[in-house]
Structure formats: structure tokens, C-alpha cells
T-cell receptor, first 117, second 114 residues
Framework: AQSVAQPEDQVNVAEGNPLTVKCTYS??????LFWYVQYPNRGLQFLLK??????LVKGSYGFEAEFNKSQTSFHLKKPSALVSDSALYFC???????????????FGKGTKLSVIP | KAGVTQTPRYLIKTRGQQVTLSCSPI?????VSWYQQTPGQGLQFLFE???????NKGNFPGRFSGRQFSNSRSEMNVSTLELGDSALYLC?????????????FGPGTRLTVT
């Protein structure tokens, strides 16, 4: 079965500094990986995905993620953090084909990012 | 294009009652998935519907059920509510795209069981 680990419950970073939110995964076959962000009282918003190709994936709001197959990691990064980036971030991996035309997404438990002014 | 909508946004129920939550997907999306979000367990997959058929199911008891209508709107039902069912229930819709499986989430229904 597939799994996702986000080792940090919370990450604090000063505004203007680079940020990294960590994610490691376990899945059979080629991984399809995603990052989502959740603002208070809102649903999840898609940030970026890795399907194949370049290991550095660029997404919305200046975020990017680096895929590392040997370390089974997919860390989310941003060169310069904004206070408005403060939110809950989820990493997800697409699991095995269910046999009924469906794949299941498995999410990490989330990392709360706080950007300090 | 309107996003995923969920109603109601907030619900308070007592133990033993049942509840029905509704989700309207983005126009043209045929797949609807449901997730339960709690602080301790994070996001857990409940089930997915496509063209009125349940295609995938997570590891939840039979008290949790759902359905999808011909217009792709979906409902989920929880019977005999327990305190542990208190959670944010999220609905997500997607095009049937086996290559990307990008999902769009609604704002959720916050269920409190007392």
C-alpha cells in the first residue's frame, strides 16, 4: 500500500527567507505526486504535481517541488516566503489502480507553515 | 466556471442521529471523491463515484455511504453518528483523467457530533 510522510507538523520561517516543506513517499511503480494547500475554513487547493520528466516542478504562487527518486522525496520549496503563504500543506501520492477505472490519492497528515513578518 | 460547492457548511448533530451531506462538482466533472479530515488522522479517503457508480472505497465502516446522481451531484450519508465522526468532510471533483488525476476540492462541511 502507498503511504506519505510529512515529518514536520509545523515549519516556521521568516518572511523573505526560503522555505522547505518535506515529504517522503512509498508507492509501487512510478510515483504520481501532488502538493495541495489549505487555508483556514477552505478546501484544498492544488499547487503542483509530478508525473514524469524534470525533477524540479514549478507550480502556483511561486512554489516548486523537487522530486528525488533515490530518496523517495518530494519536498516543496519557495525561494522567498510571504506572510500570505501561511497555511496547511499536504503532500499526496496516487496509489495503485483499483481495477474499476479509479486511483486513490493518499495524503500526508499535513504541515502547518507559519511565515513570520 | 463555478467551483465545487458543498452544503451545508456547518452541522451539529447528536449521537445516534444520521446526516446527509451534499456536493455539487465542477460542471463537466464526472468523478466525485469524499474525504474525512480530522486533526489526528489527517485526510482519509472515503469513496469515489463516477457516472453514478462507486469505483473505489476507503477503509470506513458501513455506516458511511454515498451515491451519485445523473447530474454528477453526490451525497454522502452517515448513520448512527458517533462522537468520532466529528470532522471536516471534503468533496473533490475531477475529470476522468487517468494520467493526472488532479482534484478540485470544495470548502467542506464541518460536522460536529455531540
Amino acid at each position: 500500500a502507498q503511504s506519505v510522510a510529512q515529518p514536520e507538523d509545523q515549519v516556521n520561517v521568516a518572511e523573505g527567507n526560503p522555505l522547505t516543506v518535506k515529504c517522503t513517499y512509498s508507492v509501487s511503480g512510478n510515483p504520481y505526486l501532488f502538493w495541495y494547500v489549505q487555508y483556514p475554513n477552505r478546501g484544498l487547493q492544488f499547487l503542483l504535481k509530478y508525473i514524469t520528466g524534470d525533477n524540479l516542478v514549478k507550480g502556483s504562487y511561486g512554489f516548486e517541488a523537487e522530486f528525488n527518486k533515490s530518496q523517495t522525496s518530494f519536498h516543496l520549496k519557495k525561494p522567498s516566503a510571504l506572510v500570505s503563504d501561511s497555511a496547511l500543506y499536504f503532500c499526496a501520492v496516487r496509489g495503485l489502480y483499483s481495477g474499476a477505472g479509479s486511483y486513490q490519492l493518499t495524503f500526508g497528515k499535513g504541515t502547518k507553515l507559519s511565515v513570520i513578518p | 466556471k463555478a467551483g465545487v460547492t458543498q452544503t451545508p457548511r456547518y452541522l451539529i448533530k447528536t449521537r445516534g442521529q444520521q446526516v446527509t451531506l451534499s456536493c455539487s462538482p465542477i460542471s463537466g466533472h464526472r468523478s466525485v471523491s469524499w474525504y474525512q479530515q480530522t486533526p489526528g488522522q489527517g485526510l482519509q479517503f472515503l469513496f469515489e463515484y463516477f457516472s453514478e457508480t462507486q469505483r473505489n472505497k476507503g477503509n470506513f465502516p458501513g455506516r458511511f455511504s454515498g451515491r451519485q446522481f445523473s447530474n454528477s451531484r453526490s451525497e454522502m450519508n452517515v448513520s448512527t453518528l458517533e462522537l468520532g465522526d466529528s470532522a471536516l468532510y471534503l468533496c473533490a471533483s475531477s475529470l476522468w483523467d487517468r494520467e493526472t488525476y488532479e482534484q478540485y476540492f470544495g470548502p467542506g462541511t464541518r460536522l460536529t457530533v455531540t
